[in-house]
C-alpha cells in the first residue's frame, strides 16, 4: 500500500498551516499574559499615584488642625484670660473655635499639663495630660502633629459621644487574620498640640485640638471624590479608600454585600503581615470586603514612628480584566481571519513557486545583508508573478518600518532624555527643600544651647579687659577674646534668623525705592569707593512685600558683589517688568572673580561660602534665599569665571494683599 500522493501546494499549505496554528497558540498564550500583565501593571502605576494624593489630603487635614491650634494658641487676647485666670471667656472662645473649624476636641492646659478647659466636656478639669506624648512635646515648648490612638478612658473625658463613635464590634471578613479580641474601643485621632506663649516667651500652657478618625468620613470621601471622581463599573464603584486602625477599617467607603460602608471589617491576613507586621508597603491585588482589587497599603505612624494604622485606596479589578479579555477575543478574530486569508493567498500563489526559487534565495540573501531595496524580477503574471509583487512590497514595507522604527528609536531617547532631566530636577529640589529644613532645625538647637554662654563669655572679657592695664599682654588678648566671641553671636544670630525666619509684612512697597536704600547703607563706605554703580531702573508698580525683608536680601547681593570685586569694578542694577510671566526681575551684575560652576548648586546652602575662613558664615544668601521664597519668587544666578556674576531676583506681580 503506498502513502497517499500530496503534491507540493499541498505539502506547502500544509506546512504553513501547521506554522500558522501553532505560532498563533503561542501568540495568543503569550499575548494574553502580556495584555493582562500590562494593563493590571498600568493600573498598580494608577493606584500607587493615587496612594501619594491620598497622603496629600491626610496630611492637608492634619497641618489644617496643627495651624487652627497654633493660631489660636498665638492669640493674644487667650493669654490675657489665662493670667486673668478668665475660664468663663476662655471656654466661650475656644469652644467657638472648635465649632467652627469642626474640631471634636480642643483642650487648654496650664503650663504644668493639667486640663483647664475642655471644651466638649468642660465638667472635666484638672487631670494631667503631661504624660501625652503629643502634649508634653509642646510643653517643651513646640508645635506638633501626628495620628495616635487614643483610649477609650481618655475618650471619656472628652465626651462619652466619642468613646461611642470609637466602640466597634469586629464584623467576620473573608481571608482576614484570626484576633482573640472581637471589638475596639480606642480610637485613632488626628492630633495637633501647641504651646501658649505670650510676650515674654513664658510658658502659659498647651493647646491641643483634634478629629477622631472612626466613623469620619470626610478624608476618604474627598480622596474618593479627587482621585477616582465617582467612576462606576456596571454599577459597582471602582474606587475606594480607607483608613484603618491596625486592621479595622474605622474610615472607608468600601460596602458591603448590603451596600453599606464595610466599618468593623479587617484587612485580609496577608496584607496585615506585610504593612503591620513587617512595615512594609503592600502593592498587588488584594481582597477586599467582597471583591479582589488592586491596591496600595501603607502604614500610619505616631509620633513614636510605631505603626498604629494603615491608609489605603483600591481600584476594583473587575475592568481591568474584561478589557483584557475583550481585547484577547478581537485579536483572536482577526488571527483567525488573517490565517483564512493567508490559505487562500498560499492556494493561488504556489503552482509556479519551484522555477524562481533560487531568484527568491538571492533576493532573501541581499536583503539579509541590508539591503531593503533589493527588488525581485516579476516575469509573468501567474500566483509566483503575485508571489514576486507580494515580496517586493512587503521590502518597501519593511525599509518604511525599518526607518520609522528608526525615527521613533530617535524620538524616545528624546523623550526619556528630557523625562530623566525633569526629574533630576525634581529629585535635586526636593533634597535641597528636605536639607535646608533640617539644617534649619539643627541651627535652632544649636543657637539657643550657645547663645547664652556666649553673652557670659562677652560680659566677663569687658570686666576682665576695664581691669586689665592698657598696654599689657593680658589685655591684648581678652581684645581678640571679645572679637572673636563677637564674630560668634553674629554667627549665631545668622543661625537663628535662618532657623526662625519671620514672617513677612505684606504691604505695598516700590522696588525701585527698596533698591535705593540698600545701595544708601553702602555707598559711603571705604568698599565701595572705587566701585561704580549703574542703575536702569524701570517704572515698575507696586506690589504687595516686605520692604525692609526684600532690602536685606538686595543689600546681601550688593556686598557679595562688592567683596567679589575686592572694591573695584562695575555693579550694575537693572530693574524690569516680565509682562509674559507676570513677573517683576531686579538683576545685579557684577564684573567680579565669578563663581565656579561645581559650586553654583550648593551657593544657597547656609554654611557655605567661597570666602575666606573669617570672613563669611555661609548664612547671607541662604536667608535670602528663604526670604525671596516667602514671596513666591526665586532667585536666578549665571556666573562665569573671571568675568563676574548676575543675580537675579524674581518676584511675582502680586498688587493685593491676601485677606486676613
Not at 522604527?405 to 525633569?422: A, P
Not at 559711603?524 to 506690589?543: C, G, M, V, W
Not at 509682562?579 to 526681575?585: I, P
Request: hydrophobic fraction near 40%; glycine fraction near 6%; include cysteine.
Amino acid at each position: 500500500m503506498h502513502p497517499p500522493h500530496f503534491s507540493l501546494r499541498t505539502k506547502l499549505i500544509l506546512s504553513f498551516l501547521v506554522v500558522i496554528v501553532i505560532g498563533g497558540l503561542i501568540s495568543l498564550f503569550f499575548g494574553q499574559r502580556l495584555v493582562k500583565n500590562v494593563l493590571i501593571s498600568q493600573a498598580q502605576a494608577k493606584v500607587n499615584h493615587d496612594l501619594a494624593s491620598a497622603w496629600m489630603v491626610f496630611n492637608e487635614k492634619l497641618n489644617d488642625i496643627k495651624d487652627i491650634v497654633s493660631l489660636t494658641a498665638s492669640r493674644e487676647s487667650l493669654h490675657e484670660a489665662i493670667r486673668n485666670n478668665r475660664t468663663d471667656i476662655l471656654l466661650r472662645y475656644l469652644n467657638r473655635v472648635r465649632n467652627e473649624y469642626g474640631l471634636d476636641i480642643l483642650t487648654l492646659t496650664d503650663s504644668r499639663g493639667r486640663v483647664i478647659i475642655r471644651t466638649r466636656n468642660p465638667e472635666v478639669e484638672g487631670d494631667d495630660q503631661s504624660g501625652d506624648e503629643i502634649v508634653s512635646w509642646a510643653l517643651q515648648p513646640n508645635v506638633i502633629a501626628y495620628p495616635q490612638i487614643v483610649p477609650k478612658s481618655e475618650l471619656l473625658k472628652e465626651g462619652k459621644d466619642l468613646a461611642e463613635r470609637a466602640y466597634m464590634e469586629f464584623i467576620p471578613t473573608p481571608k482576614a487574620a484570626p484576633r482573640p479580641e472581637d471589638k475596639e474601643t480606642s480610637g485613632l485621632m488626628l492630633k495637633a498640640a501647641a504651646s501658649v506663649i505670650d510676650e515674654k516667651d513664658d510658658l502659659l500652657g498647651v493647646l491641643y485640638g483634634g478629629i477622631l478618625l472612626n466613623r469620619n468620613y470626610e478624608i476618604v470621601d474627598r480622596v474618593k471624590e479627587i482621585v477616582f471622581k465617582e467612576e462606576k463599573y456596571k454599577g459597582v464603584e471602582t474606587g475606594t479608600a480607607t483608613i484603618f486602625q491596625g486592621d479595622l477599617r474605622i474610615s472607608t467607603n468600601v460596602t458591603d454585600a448590603q451596600g453599606q460602608r464595610a466599618i468593623g471589617t479587617r484587612i485580609s491576613e496577608e496584607v496585615k503581615k506585610a504593612v503591620l507586621d513587617e512595615a512594609e508597603s503592600w502593592n498587588d491585588r488584594a481582597f477586599v470586603v467582597k471583591d479582589w482589587y488592586i491596591t496600595a497599603y501603607e502604614p500610619i505612624k505616631n509620633i513614636k514612628n510605631e505603626i498604629i494604622g494603615i491608609l489605603y485606596v483600591g481600584t476594583l479589578e473587575k475592568p481591568y480584566i474584561d478589557i483584557a479579555n475583550r481585547v484577547m477575543l478581537t485579536f483572536t478574530i482577526l488571527a483567525s481571519l488573517c490565517v483564512i486569508f493567508l490559505l487562500i493567498m498560499l492556494y493561488f500563489s504556489t503552482t509556479k513557486i519551484i522555477k524562481p526559487l533560487q531568484r527568491m534565495v538571492v533576493a532573501t540573501q541581499e536583503i539579509a545583508k541590508g539591503d531593503l531595496g533589493h527588488k525581485v524580477e516579476i516575469q509573468s503574471a501567474d500566483e509566483v508573478g503575485y508571489l514576486a509583487a507580494s515580496f517586493n512590497q512587503m521590502t518597501e514595507k519593511l525599509k518604511a518600518a525599518n526607518e520609522e522604527l528608526i525615527e521613533w528609536g530617535r524620538t524616545l531617547e528624546k523623550k526619556v532624555q528630557e523625562r530623566t532631566r525633569e526629574l533630576t530636577e525634581m529629585q535635586a529640589s526636593l533634597v535641597q527643600s528636605e536639607k535646608l529644613a533640617s539644617l534649619g532645625k539643627l541651627a535652632a538647637g544649636i543657637a539657643h544651647e550657645i547663645n547664652n554662654p556666649l553673652g557670659g563669655i562677652l560680659i566677663y572679657s569687658h570686666l576682665l579687659l576695664e581691669e586689665s592695664k592698657a598696654n599689657s599682654n593680658l589685655a591684648e588678648t581678652l581684645k581678640k577674646i571679645i572679637k572673636e566671641t563677637s564674630r560668634c553671636k553674629n554667627i549665631v544670630k545668622g543661625l537663628l534668623e535662618f532657623a526662625r525666619p519671620k514672617e513677612p509684612e505684606m504691604v505695598l512697597t516700590d522696588l525701585n525705592e527698596v533698591v535705593n536704600k540698600a545701595l544708601a547703607i553702602f555707598e559711603r563706605q571705604a568698599l565701595f569707593q572705587n566701585i561704580t554703580i549703574e542703575k536702569d531702573f524701570s517704572d515698575l508698580p507696586r506690589i504687595v512685600a516686605d520692604g525692609p525683608q526684600l532690602q536685606q536680601v538686595f543689600a546681601n547681593i550688593i556686598i557679595n558683589a562688592a567683596e567679589a570685586m575686592n572694591g573695584n569694578g562695575l555693579l550694575a542694577i537693572k530693574t524690569l517688568l516680565d509682562a509674559r510671566t507676570d513677573t517683576l526681575r531686579i538683576e545685579f551684575r557684577d564684573t567680579g572673580h565669578g563663581i565656579k560652576e561645581e559650586d553654583l548648586p550648593r551657593l544657597f546652602e547656609p554654611f557655605f561660602t567661597t570666602k575666606e575662613v573669617g570672613k563669611g558664615t555661609g548664612l547671607g544668601l541662604a536667608i535670602s534665599y528663604g526670604i525671596v521664597q516667602k514671596h513666591n519668587g526665586s532667585i536666578e544666578v549665571k556666573s562665569e569665571v573671571g568675568r563676574g556674576s548676575t543675580f537675579t531676583v524674581v518676584l511675582p506681580l502680586i498688587k493685593e494683599a491676601p485677606n486676613e
